[in-house]
């Protein structure tokens, strides 16, 4: 492969018109687990980026107000995100995409896959729960990826977990060095501020919301007789101590191994009052990376080259139920997007245009004429573009890093009302598409095998077919635990098919899985089919 052609630069400036919209584009998404803030701090972001106006505006989840985030009614009935949004601000010359994950577990998937669209995370961490389950997790994929992590421990107005306790917790259960970046005075009742390490600055906490210029004071010396005036003699030689404790055990902050993944800058405060999110901001603005480059299979894609490749990595269906209309959420991976260009679908061979790609802005979406590196938008889609597409101006390039994971509940589907199998065939397909289900089609029957990670998906699957597809089903237990994708030589498929075709089926793409009871029989298997390779995702790059 020849390299790819980069962007002529403009004259005299030494860096072309594309780089220069690129590098102002910052592209992420909060990871945490549900009830740790991140609807409160998504707000407030979005109040610094000036995007919303009032406090409240995307938290109404659990008063049924319009939201930002969530796009269906069940999930405002339920109170939860299930969908994968996009809220676009502008923040001191920057372009900030936000990326909203849901936040419960059975949707994992959809966040898994919205990671593979961001260039970094700020994770979330209620302080007095400390590091949960789900936060784990998502560390895990973002550790995988190397995806640089900035950190918020949140809800200092509360009594908590020691702040070294937490740091902690981080290091041990998150395996990444947490580098602290400002060391909070007092806690809960007696949270008095944060003192902020690196601008050497006293920032002091008001429970209701918005610090002033008298709020924060620079400290450039702890023994600064100011500091006992601020927040009495107790606290401050408490804030001594420890801070001389921490400078000797933690590191000092370090861009590239921020952008490497293997330390979290860390901050304190609490969202609901406002406290610590615009240091938090700041820093952001200042360390994030802007749109890194992106490997496909046949090469790695640098942002900065001329022609357009982007990534389709979710899709959003009957927004309206009245038309089947469906959005195909892209991330432009390099060059310029156009509007009404010619471009090429990889997947298919066709071409494609769009006519009205939106950004995503807070509130709204808009018709853009062009989009650069970093930024999402939304396509209209007929039903032309699965998950995982890559769409270039012609050169054959396949992203990786959506892969399906092993889904861990299936379910048979029992069609209820025979004049109606065609919607609920077609429902199902393309509800598959949009990643909200796994669908398996048995080798030996024909038969439809649902996979999910979580029941609660089934609920979603069950309701969706009912309002969007008129279609009514019943969901059956099947007896699997698991499933891993396969390949091998010819010869010892054949020999494994003669014996477990019953347990064998086709995943949406045509891969082939066998689906196995418990990890005991998949270990059984395995050493018995030895020649064989199982693969815990559809990438087939991890081992089962
Ligand atoms: P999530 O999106 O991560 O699920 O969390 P969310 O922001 O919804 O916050 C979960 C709960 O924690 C909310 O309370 C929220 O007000 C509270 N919270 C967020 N940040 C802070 C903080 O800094 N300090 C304290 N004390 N609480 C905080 P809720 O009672 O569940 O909801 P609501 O009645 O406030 O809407």
Redesign the pocket.
């Known amino acids: 492969m020849d390299s790819p052609e980069l962007t002529p630069t403009s004259a005299g400036t030494g860096i072309s018109p594309l780089e220069k919209e690129l590098s102002k584009r910052l592209t992420f998404a909060i990871i ?12 407030k972001l979005l109040f610094f980026g000036g995007a919303i106006h009032m406090a409240g505006a995307v ?1 109404s ?3 049924a107000r319009g939201t930002v985030s969530d796009f269906m009614k069940m999930e405002q009935e339920r109170g939860i ?1 299930i969908s994968t949004s996009v809220m676009g601000f502008d923040y001191r010359e920057r372009r900030v995409n936000l990326l909203d994950t849901p ?1 419960h577990a059975d949707f994992s998937e959809d966040t898994y896959r919205t990671l593979t669209a961001v260039d970094s995370t700020l994770m ?1 961490i ?1 302080s007095v729960k400390g590091v949960e389950e789900r936060t784990r997790k998502l560390c895990e994929i973002c550790r995988m990826r190397k995806t640089p992590i900035i950190t918020f421990l ?5 009594e908590g977990k020691e702040p070294i306790e937490l740091l902690d917790e981080v290091e041990s259960e998150l395996f990444i060095k947490a580098c602290p970046m400002s060391w909070p005075v007092g806690q809960g009742r007696g949270f008095r501020g944060v003192y902020s390490i690196y601008e050497k600055r006293l920032i002091l906490f008001d429970a209701h919301g918005w610090q002033d210029e008298d709020s924060s004071v620079e400290i450039r010396d702890l023994n600064d007789p100011v500091l006992e005036q601020k927040v009495g003699k107790t606290l401050a030689e408490k804030l001594k101590e420890e801070l001389e404790l921490v400078q000797g055990v933690y590191p000092v902050f370090d861009r590239n191994a921020y952008l490497e993944g293997t330390i979290t800058p860390l901050f304190f ?5 406002n ?1 610590g999110v615009r240091e938090l901001l700041d820093c952001f603005v200042d360390i994030a990376p802007p749109p890194v480059p992106r490997q496909a299979d046949e090469r790695e894609v640098k942002p900065s080259e001329q022609k357009f490749s982007g990534l389709v990595f979710k899709i959003h269906a009957n927004l309206d139920p009245k038309h089947r209309d469906r959005i195909a959420f892209l991330r432009i991976c390099s060059g310029t997007f156009e509007r009404n260009k010619m471009y090429h679908h990889v997947r298919t061979g066709k071409s494609f245009r769009s006519s009205n790609p939106t950004a995503f802005m807070a509130q709204n979406r808009e018709i853009i004429d062009e989009a650069y590196p970093g930024d999402i938008i939304g396509l209209h889609d007929t039903g032309t573009l699965k998950i995982g597409d890559t769409i270039t101006e012609g050169e054959t390039l396949h992203f990786t890093g959506i892969p399906s994971f092993s889904p861990q509940i299936f379910n048979k589907v029992i069609n209820l009302d025979p004049l109606k199998g065609k919607q609920l065939a077609k429902g199902l397909e393309q509800l598959s598409e949009e990643g909200v289900v796994q669908l398996f089609t048995k080798e030996t029957t024909n038969e439809k095998v649902l996979g999910v990670v979580g029941q609660l998906q089934f609920e979603v699957i069950k309701y969706r077919l009912e309002e969007e597809y008129k279609a009514v089903c019943r969901f059956e237990p099947v007896e699997y635990g698991g499933a891993v994708w396969i390949d091998g030589p010819e010869k010892a498929l054949d020999n494994f098919l003669k014996f477990n075709m019953q347990h064998t089926a086709f995943d949406k793409d045509k891969g082939r899985v066998y689906m196995y009871r418990n990890e005991w029989a998949l270990e059984r298997t395995r050493a018995e089919y030895k020649d064989l390779k199982f693969f815990s995702t559809s990438e087939m790059d991890h081992s089962a």
């Open positions: 945490s687990h549900p009830d740790a803030g991140k609807t409160t701090i998504t707000e938290k989840k659990k008063n995100s936040g979330v209620d949140n809800k200092f107005d509360r405060g609490s969202a609901l009052n406290f």
